[in-house]
C-alpha cells in the first residue's frame, strides 16, 4: 500500500478549478473538436472501410490493448489508487489531434492518421465510458473510488457526446456543404482554441501551484513509461499484422499520443479534481506532445522499409 507523504494522502487531494473555469474547458474542447471535424470528410471513413484490417488494428490497438495493457501494470506496479485511476482515465481516451501532425513529421500515413482520429472519436463515444468503468471496477482500490463518486456511465457517455459527438457533426457538416468557408474557418480558429485550451490549464496548474510543485515528481515515472509503453503497444501490433512502416508509426503515434484534454475535463467534471488523477492527466497533456516530437523527428530521419 503506498505510504503518506507529508502527511497527506494523494488520493485525499482536490485540485481547485471552479464552476466557471469547468465551463470554459468544456467550450474550449468542443471548439478544438469542431475544428479538427472541419478537416475530416466522409472520404476519410470510406477509405478506412476499403481497408478493414487497418481499422480493426488501430481500434485493437487503441480501444482494447491499450487499456487492457494498462490494467496489468497497473497490477505490477500498484501505484497510489488515484493515479492508477489517471492511469486507465487517459487510456480510455482517444487519440490527441496533435498525432496528425506527428505521423506526417515521422513519414507516416497522414491520411490514415486524420481518418483513424476521426473514427476513434466516434467510437470513444462509447468505449471511453465503457473501458474507464470495466477496468477501474475490476482492480479493487480504484473500484473503492468509482463507488465513492458513484460514477454513472450514461452521465459520462452524455458528455463526451456533448462535447465531441456535437461538435465533430457539426465541423464535418460544415466542411461538406461548404468546404473554402471551412478552411478559412479553421486558419484562425484551430490556433485559437488550442491556445485558450493551453490558457485553462496554465490557469489551473497556477491556481494550485502548490500541489503541483510537491506533488509532480510522483507521476513522472508513472507517465514517462506509460506514454512509451503505449507508443510500443501500437507499433508492435501493428507490426504483428504484417503493416508497413508508414502505417504503423501511425498506428504508433494515434495510441501514443492521448487526448487528456478530454480526460482532465472528465475529472473535473465528475471527479471533483480529484488531485491524483488531475496530476497524472496534467502532465500527459505535456509530456505526449515533447515525446511525440521527439519520436516523430527520429522516424522523419529514417527511410521507410
Not at 258 to 281: H, K, P, T, V, Y
Request: charged fraction near 15%; glycine fraction near 6%.
Amino acid at each position: 500500500m503506498p505510504l503518506n507523504i507529508n502527511n497527506i494522502q494523494i488520493d485525499s487531494i482536490k485540485i481547485n478549478f471552479d464552476t466557471e473555469a469547468l465551463w470554459m474547458l468544456n467550450i474550449a474542447l468542443a471548439i478544438i473538436m469542431f475544428g479538427i471535424a472541419l478537416d475530416i470528410k466522409i472520404e476519410d471513413f470510406k477509405r478506412l472501410l476499403k481497408n478493414p484490417k487497418i481499422v480493426l488494428v488501430g481500434l485493437l490497438s487503441q480501444f482494447f490493448l491499450l487499456p487492457f495493457l494498462t490494467f496489468i501494470a497497473i497490477c505490477i506496479i500498484k501505484p497510489y489508487p488515484s493515479f492508477a485511476l489517471g492511469m486507465m482515465m487517459v487510456a480510455a481516451c482517444p487519440g490527441g489531434n496533435v498525432s496528425n501532425f506527428f505521423s506526417k513529421m515521422a513519414n507516416g500515413n497522414a491520411a490514415l492518421s486524420v481518418s483513424l482520429t476521426a473514427f476513434a472519436t466516434l467510437i470513444c463515444l462509447v468505449m471511453t465510458p465503457l473501458n474507464l468503468h470495466l477496468w477501474g471496477s475490476l482492480y479493487e482500490p480504484t473500484n473503492l473510488i468509482l463507488k465513492s463518486i458513484s460514477l454513472n456511465p450514461f452521465e459520462l457517455f452524455k458528455l463526451v457526446l456533448l462535447i465531441l459527438g456535437i461538435p465533430i457533426i457539426l465541423g464535418m457538416t460544415v466542411n461538406h456543404f461548404h468546404p473554402e468557408m471551412a478552411k478559412k474557418i479553421n486558419k484562425v480558429l484551430r490556433p485559437f482554441s488550442i491556445i485558450f485550451f493551453l490558457i485553462l490549464i496554465v490557469v489551473a496548474l497556477y491556481d494550485n501551484a502548490d500541489i503541483f510543485k510537491n506533488y509532480i515528481h510522483l507521476v513522472l515515472f508513472l507517465v514517462i513509461f506509460h506514454n512509451i509503453f503505449a507508443f510500443i503497444i501500437g507499433y508492435v501490433t501493428a507490426k504483428s499484422f504484417k503493416l508497413n512502416d508508414k502505417d504503423s508509426k501511425t498506428i504508433s503515434m494515434e495510441t501514443g499520443i492521448q487526448n487528456s484534454g478530454l480526460g482532465l475535463l472528465l475529472i473535473f467534471s465528475f471527479f471533483e479534481g480529484l488531485g491524483g488523477m488531475a496530476l497524472l492527466a496534467a502532465f500527459w497533456g505535456v509530456w505526449d506532445i515533447f515525446s511525440g516530437m521527439a519520436l516523430a523527428t527520429y522516424w522523419g530521419r529514417k527511410k521507410n522499409d
